[in-house]
């Protein structure tokens, strides 16, 4: 019997092929509606976990206790190079970095501007994800990279000497002049602002904190195991009594956006499914009353309500698939397509290319999203729909269950 | 001369409190002593009384000149505490009238020959050691001054108090004992304070404390002059102390080593040429 109640349902829905066609079209929109958004949000969730992790905070940093609160120039964390050595020991960690922060005045000519000291390691930071990602020369000593932002603020040009004016650790007044190298577009929008980059030697010269650096970034290859290693880490000598946190521990403002891209997702689940259910149930009810007098017929030469409450179902679940596979179809060709170029996020809202990022806590979260999509957003959508091609099926099939055969026929 | 006349009054003041204390019961001796000295203070020091008040235009026009006069060149000693560390700057510091000084620090050998101009609302910083001379911009004006507590606000706007606060006098402070006088920021005027009050002597001369409250009114420093003595024929407290209330374990003190007074100071001393003179 359900093979024969399968075919008949099969070409019932080509009975009336426009409605039909209607139907699957509602649920087809809503699956690509449903991936598509997914797709976006994975690609900006990605976009926010790579700027975190990446160029400003990675996976774990290490301070001095009390330097996140008071940024005091002289919360530093000690004997920086054997430290780093031990923290690169561990297998889990990809490379460790030292940082160095100082406000400080920066005068190309008389006119000072407020800038920011940034001390780095150049051979590190000019990995994939560092804050000078892709940076092909090495930051040479008595040299500085200027933020674009402030280069154009201040008028400062590349191979120009400049004052950099501020204090030291011991509270003694740091000075110095250093020639500009280059100007800088970085990931990281404070360093574009007011970053006065230079290498870690030089910045522990000007501030007179020799082997000493205010933060220690880490990168793991084991994004998931981040706790653990902040566990590890606090063994290692001269880090007992530092502070070691995780990404999330230190943006969990950020961890929110996270977690409410996926509540998204889900939100967009249950629009879908409403859309869907009214499509379906719409249908289907229209499709039952049509065709009471066929019902009253199949009843009268000994249908069981049964067997016509099955064809219905049926119908809905055919509907509710043929839907899902286009829309499925759809919505793969969207990522598929969108996701080796990108989509530029900024220029729908009229930017016409000058905002490529919008920056949050100096994070810059880029605005160029890349869709991407998992097996299992595929799966919400096929059961969220096909749960609610059962729904919408019951009225309809309520109703076709209850007919008595010679009221139908009269109808 | 001055000083001939301010030894009498400190002997007759000590005559009027030996006769007062003989009238005085044994267990609040000292507290009597106190505040009746402050009263024969007060009638011989009549300067800023007038008709049993306090001559409050003249007492604030005073303390805002009182280590400046017409031209100064001064001789202090910044120490700087932070929780940390402490540092100590000697300075020498020339003035003329209200919108002109120049600030050299004399030591820690490191720092020797860096001076600070400032010209009405301009602050002009010289680093020898670089050669260089840099002009502070407006919005590091609330920053700190040579890593103190104090900002460079306070060396540029420290003129324009009167202009830009109305101040009245609020009645009798306990703690210190003084006269309180409130400060108000006036409403067209930007700046770090909303208000503050300034505690002054029995005889309106020596200013005890000021306390500054930022715009959600707080309190964010304090102020206390201490340590009373001569400079050039002036009673004046030799020491400043500052204490930031946000930031825990740190103080900075301003200590006067010596004043002269209405001394030739050049206008060539304000300019750039001579900021950026070798030392």
């Not at chain 1, 009975?15 to 509602?26: S, V």
């Not at chain 1, 402030?150 to 400062?156: Q, Y």
């Amino acid at each position: 019997m359900p093979a024969t109640t399968l075919q008949i349902a099969w070409r019932n829905l080509g009975r009336n092929t426009k409605r039909t066609a209607l139907a699957i079209l509602a649920i087809t929109v809503g699956q690509f509606a449903l991936l598509a958004t997914d797709g976006l949000m994975r690609g900006y969730a990605d976009n926010i976990r790579r700027a975190i992790t990446g160029p400003m905070i990675g996976d774990v940093q290490v301070h001095a206790a009390g330097w996140r609160q008071e940024r005091a120039i002289d919360l530093v964390i000690e004997d920086t190079k054997n430290v780093i050595t031990q923290i690169q020991a561990d297998l889990s960690v990809m490379n460790a970095a030292a940082r160095i922060y100082a406000p400080v005045l920066f005068a190309p000519e008389k006119d000072a501007f407020v800038a920011m000291v940034v001390g780095l390691q150049s051979e590190i930071e000019s990995h994939e994800w560092g804050l000078l990602s892709g940076m092909t020369e090495p930051l040479q000593k008595g040299k500085v990279l200027i933020g674009h932002r402030l280069a154009r603020k201040t008028g400062a040009k590349v191979g120009q000497e400049i004052a950099v004016v501020g204090q030291t650790a011991d509270g003694s007044l740091a000075n110095d002049l250093y020639v500009i190298q280059d100007i800088i577009k970085c990931p990281v929008d404070i360093v574009n602002q007011s970053g006065v980059v230079m290498s870690l030697d030089d910045a522990q010269q000007l501030l007179c904190m020799p082997n000493a650096a205010h933060e220690i970034v880490v990168r793991t290859n084991q994004s998931g195991q981040a706790k653990q290693l902040c566990e590890r880490l606090r063994k290692i000598k001269g880090l007992t009594e530092a502070e070691i946190l995780t990404w999330q521990q230190l943006v969990p403002e950020l961890v929110v956006v996270l977690d409410m891209s996926d509540w998204v997702g889900y939100f967009v689940v249950v629009i879908v499914c409403i859309a869907a259910l009214a499509g379906i149930a719409n249908t289907l009810v229209m499709s039952t009353f049509e065709r009471m007098h066929e019902f009253g017929m199949l009843l009268a030469l000994g249908s069981r309500p049964r067997r016509i409450v099955g064809m219905i179902v049926y119908e809905a679940i055919l509907t509710g698939l043929l839907g899902v596979a286009a829309g499925t179809l759809l919505g793969y060709l969207f990522v598929w397509v969108t996701s080796g170029t990108g989509i530029d996020m900024a220029s729908w809202g009229g930017s016409e290319g000058e905002v490529a990022d919008m920056a949050y806590r100096g994070l810059n979260l880029p605005l160029h999203i890349y869709p991407r999509l998992e097996i299992s957003d595929t799966l919400i959508g096929l059961v969220a729909i096909m749960a609610t091609s059962l729904i919408g099926s019951v009225w309809p099939a309520w109703i076709a269950g209850r007919l008595e055969p010679m009221e139908a026929m009269r109808a | 001369m001055k000083v001939g006349i301010l030894n009498t009054m400190v002997i007759i003041l000590c005559m009027a409190t030996a006769v007062l204390k003989a009238h005085t019961d044994a267990n609040d001796a000292n507290n009597l002593l106190i505040a009746d000295a402050n009263n024969v203070l007060n009638k011989l020091d009549t300067g800023f009384i007038k008709d049993g008040k306090l001559d409050l235009d003249a007492v604030i026009e005073y303390v805002e000149d009182m280590y400046r006069s017409k031209s100064s060149i001064s001789q202090m000693t910044l120490i700087v505490t932070k929780p940390r560390q402490t540092r100590e700057v000697a300075m020498k510091v020339w003035t003329k009238g209200k919108e002109k000084a120049l600030i050299v620090i004399e030591s820690p050998a490191r720092e020797k020959g860096t001076a600070t101009l400032k010209v009405e609302k301009n602050l002009w910083n010289y680093l020898p050691r670089i050669k260089r001379t840099i002009r502070i911009p407006p919005s590091m004006m609330l920053a700190s001054w040579m890593g103190s507590d104090f900002t460079n606000d306070d060396l540029v706007r420290e003129a324009s108090y009167t202009q830009d606060y109305a101040y009245k006098l609020t009645g009798w402070s306990n703690d210190p004992n003084g006269w309180l006088v409130s400060f108000n920021a006036k409403p067209d005027v930007v700046g770090l304070w909303k208000r503050w009050e300034l505690v002054v002597s029995a005889n309106g001369r020596i200013p005890l404390v000021a306390r500054y409250y930022d715009r959600k009114n707080r309190l964010s420093r304090t102020m206390r002059w201490s340590n009373v003595r001569q400079f050039n024929g002036r009673q004046l407290p030799a020491k400043m102390e500052m204490v930031p209330e946000d930031k825990e374990g740190h103080k900075t003190e301003l200590v006067y080593d010596e004043i002269d007074f209405d001394v030739n100071v050049p206008e060539s001393t304000f300019s750039l040429s001579r900021l950026e003179r070798k030392r």
